[in-house]
């Protein structure tokens, strides 16, 4: 979409939908900007000192 056409359209909005576009414009460009990764694999590995011995069996409430 040409930015001519995108000026056309936003046109139109009343000012909360115009501030809403605006709001995503900024979310898409930290989106694709961002050098930051969200998630890492494995970036807590080694850092768990303990871990009950009942940690998977069934929670009391939901057993029937």
Request: aromatic content about 12%.
């Amino acid at each position: 979409m040409a930015y001519a056409e995108l000026l056309e359209e936003v046109k139109g909005l009343n000012e909360r939908d115009m501030a809403e576009v605006v709001d995503f414009v900024r979310f898409l460009k930290t989106k694709y900007n961002s050098k930051t990764k969200y998630r890492e694999s494995n970036m807590l590995k080694g850092k768990l000192k303990y871990m009950a011995e009942d940690f998977d069996d069934s929670i009391d409430e939901f057993k029937e």
